[in-house]
C-alpha cells in the first residue's frame, strides 16, 4: 500500500480511538453497563437500515442532480461517488477531500470536470440549507436551548437563518461579490487571488444551475433532506435499543445543530468536534455515562462504516496512490 496513505490511515485509526476512548471515559458511570446489558441487538439492524435508506436517498439526489446537467450515472458510479465522499472527507482536514472524491468518481464516470464540480457544490449547498432552515424550528422547540432567550431574539436569529440562502442567492446575480473578493484579497498573493475568483465562479455556476431548473432542484432538494435525517435517525434508533425515553423532535433537532456546526469544522470528518458537541448536547437527555457510548455508536455507524465502505472503492478503482491522485486533482483545477 502506498506509504502516504497508510500513513494517513493508521493516525485516523490511533486518532479515532483515541478520542473514542476519551470520551467513554471521561463520561462513564458505573449505571452505563446496566444500560449496555439492556440494549436489544435487533436495534443495531434497524440502525443500519435507516442509514441505508439515508445513503439511498443521497444517490438519488446525485441522480437528480446529473439529469440537471445532462449527465447519466450507473448505480455502481453512484454507488462510488456516495461512498468515496465518506472516505477521502473523514481523512482530509475540513473534510475537503469529500468533494474532490466525488468529482474524481464523476470524471472517471465521463462526466466533464465542469459540470461534476457544478454538481457536487450544489450538494453541498443543498445539505448546508436544508440544515439552516431547520436551525429556526430548533430553536423554538427545544425549550432546553432557548431558555432565557426573548422571544423576539429569536425571532431576528430565525429570520437571518432563513435569509442566508435567500440572499446568498440574489446576491450572486449581482457584481458585488466579486467586487468584496478583490477587497479582501488585494494583499494577498496572486495564485491565492486567482484561486479565490476561481472558486467564486464555480459557486455562482452552481447557483445558475439550480436558478434554470427549479423543479427538479427542488426534487433534489427535498431529498436531500430526507437523506439527511435518515441518517440522523440512526441516533434516536440506538435509544430505543436502550428502552430509553425521549422527544424525537429534540433529538433529531440537536443532530442537526450538530451536522451544521461539522460543515465547518477544522478537523478530519469533524473528529472530536463531533463527540464532544455530542456529549454537550445530549448529557441532559441521557441516563449518567450514556452520553460517550451513544456519540460513539453514532459516529461508528454514521460515518465510519460508509468510511470504510468507502475505502474499499476507492482503493479498488483508483489503487493506493489515491491521495495523490487527490491532491494532483486539486492542483489542476486550481491552475485552471
Not at 434508533?237 to 450538530?258: C, E, H, K, P, W
Amino acid at each position: 500500500m502506498n506509504n502516504k496513505l497508510l500513513a494517513r490511515l493508521i493516525v485516523l485509526f490511533v486518532f479515532v480511538l483515541a478520542i473514542s476512548a476519551a470520551v467513554i471515559y471521561f463520561t462513564f458511570d458505573i449505571r452505563t453497563l446496566d444500560y449496555l446489558t439492556m440494549f436489544q441487538p435487533v436495534y443495531i439492524l434497524m440502525a443500519l437500515g435507516i442509514l441505508f435508506v439515508g445513503l439511498l436517498f443521497d444517490g438519488l439526489r446525485l441522480i437528480t442532480l446529473a439529469k440537471v446537467t445532462d449527465e447519466r450515472l450507473s448505480l455502481k458510479q453512484i454507488v462510488n461517488v456516495v461512498l468515496s465522499n465518506y472516505f477521502l472527507a473523514l481523512v482530509t482536514p475540513g473534510a475537503s477531500g469529500g468533494a474532490i472524491a466525488q468529482v474524481m468518481f464523476m470524471k472517471k464516470a465521463g462526466v466533464p470536470v465542469a459540470k461534476a464540480t457544478v454538481v457536487v457544490l450544489v450538494r453541498t449547498i443543498m445539505s448546508i440549507s436544508f440544515l439552516i432552515f431547520l436551525v429556526p424550528v430548533v430553536f423554538f422547540t427545544d425549550t432546553d436551548i432557548n431558555t432565557g432567550i426573548p422571544t423576539y431574539v429569536l425571532a431576528m436569529v430565525s429570520v437571518g437563518f432563513i435569509s442566508l440562502p435567500i440572499i446568498a442567492f440574489f446576491l450572486m446575480r449581482t457584481h458585488y461579490p466579486e467586487k468584496w473578493i478583490d477587497f479582501f484579497t488585494r494583499k494577498l498573493a496572486y495564485k491565492t487571488r486567482q484561486n479565490c475568483f476561481i472558486w467564486y465562479q464555480e459557486f455562482k455556476n452552481a447557483f445558475v444551475v439550480m436558478g434554470k431548473h427549479p423543479l427538479t432542484v427542488m426534487r433534489a432538494f427535498v431529498e436531500s433532506g430526507i437523506s439527511l435525517l435518515c441518517i440522523y435517525a440512526t441516533v434516536p434508533a440506538y435509544f430505543s435499543g436502550m428502552s430509553i425515553d425521549y422527544n424525537l423532535t429534540q433529538v433529531m433537532g440537536r443532530m442537526v445543530l450538530i451536522n451544521l456546526i461539522l460543515y465547518f469544522s477544522p478537523t478530519p470528518g469533524g473528529s472530536g468536534i463531533a463527540e464532544a458537541g455530542f456529549v454537550m448536547l445530549f448529557s441532559n437527555l441521557l441516563p449518567n455515562g450514556l452520553a460517550g457510548v451513544m456519540a460513539v455508536l453514532w459516529r461508528f455507524t454514521a460515518e465510519y462504516l460508509p468510511f470504510l465502505l468507502g475505502a474499499f472503492v476507492s482503493i479498488r478503482a483508483f489503487g493506493s496512490n489515491v491521495m495523490n491522485m487527490a491532491t494532483i486533482e486539486t492542483k489542476n483545477d486550481n491552475e485552471k
